[in-house]
């Protein structure tokens, strides 16, 4: 997030959580109702600010879909927080949520994602931070007091002093995504039993982390936003995928980034399979070849992973022939290839081949963890 936009905000939400009129009640690892009001009041005045000071974009159609994908969620979070999302204009991808649910993505963001399950993992993410309260949970923390002592001082102080150095430290950790790697952890953890639950693929809390690495690196400057705190996003994306397999999630990037996507092209006279836009098997056409490439295609599109290793892809002999098998399951045998194809052996390149070239996007991800 830009400097202008993070000092902006705090100079926003500063005043009106230090003059409220009535104790603001502690947040808490496991927050209540109790403080609904209060947040939902102060993150409606944060956002008409926000909107003030810079430019909202109103696309209907992507609105649509945020309106969408939150709605799909929302209802396997703990509060009931006026959740919502608007997009903000700014090249750098970014997230962020204020108190009561009120929550923005940058056109940055929207830009860089890659599917509906990337942009369902950063709104659950958020969505937990503000569920959660983390951010006034990590002031407290950070200045070595409790939560009920650090409320009763923001809701004490008219201004400056102590509350206000500790509440601009909750402010700063909401808005700049300085919370700790344990409340970093609990909003991924959280964040992909929520997605698994409204039917997102859970892999997206994944490829978001080890993707904008990879941006990072390639600019000069790029504010990561929600995943800010890093080196430590190594060991956030170790945790998530620890988590998942724990609880017998399905760890599949391929969908989430939209790569090994085949498909079947009949032209001139012949019938072509290709992987992510590459020629992978030419054949004459007639309606054998093509009957033949789509059941292949079929069984590809089952069996093939980012996260496979090339010992999971074998040519394994029997007195019947030989077949290609991925994971222990047939997916060619030589005696149903056509007149004129490559052998087993080279299919099983290819296929190493298109997995390799499949994720040059992502080349920091461990996916043979």
Excluded: W
């Amino acid at each position: 997030m830009s400097k202008k936009l993070f000092f902006f905000i705090m100079a926003a939400l500063l005043p009106l959580l230090l003059c409220a009129a009535r104790p603001l009640a502690a947040a808490s690892p496991e927050p209540t109702d109790k403080t609904i009001t209060r947040e939902i009041k102060i993150g409606k005045k944060t956002a008409e600010q926000v909107e003030k000071q810079f430019t909202r974009v109103h696309d209907p159609s992507r609105e649509a879909k945020l309106a969408m994908i939150a709605g799909r969620m929302t209802p396997y979070l703990q509060r009931d927080l006026q959740y919502s999302v608007k997009i903000l204009e700014m090249k750098d991808p970014n997230a962020f949520s204020l108190p009561g649910g009120f929550t923005y993505i940058t056109t940055g963001m929207l830009d860089f994602l890659k599917s509906e399950d990337e942009t369902a993992a950063i709104l659950a993410h958020e969505f937990v931070h503000a569920d959660r309260a983390h951010g006034i949970v990590q002031a407290a923390r950070n200045n070595r007091l409790n939560l009920l002592t650090l409320a009763g001082m923001i809701a004490a102080t008219q201004g400056g002093g102590m509350a206000a150095a500790m509440l601009s430290s909750a402010l700063q950790t909401a808005i700049m995504g300085s919370y700790s790697i344990e409340l970093e952890k609990e909003a991924d953890s959280r964040g992909i039993d929520i997605m698994y639950k409204a039917g997102y693929n859970p892999a997206a809390m994944l490829t978001t982390m080890e993707r904008l690495q990879v941006e990072r690196m390639k600019r000069v400057y790029v504010d990561p936003g929600i995943f800010q705190t890093h080196p430590e996003v190594e060991e956030r994306v170790k945790a998530a995928l620890k988590y998942m397999k724990d609880n017998g999630i399905e760890v599949d990037r391929k969908g989430v980034v939209q790569k090994l996507k085949t498909e079947i092209e009949v032209k001139d006279g012949s019938s072509r399979l290709t992987i992510d836009g590459k020629s992978f098997i030419d054949l004459p056409y007639s309606e054998a070849n093509d009957k033949f490439l789509n059941g292949l295609k079929g069984r590809l599109d089952d069996f093939l992973s980012l996260e496979l290793a090339p010992y999971d892809v074998i040519v394994h002999g029997t007195s019947s022939g030989r077949s290609l098998m991925i994971k222990g399951k047939i997916v060619l045998s030589a005696n149903e290839m056509p007149a004129g194809m490559p052998g087993p052996e080279e299919i099983r390149n290819r296929i190493i081949a298109a997995i390799a070239d499949a994720r040059r996007d992502n080349p920091l991800a461990d996916y043979y963890e």
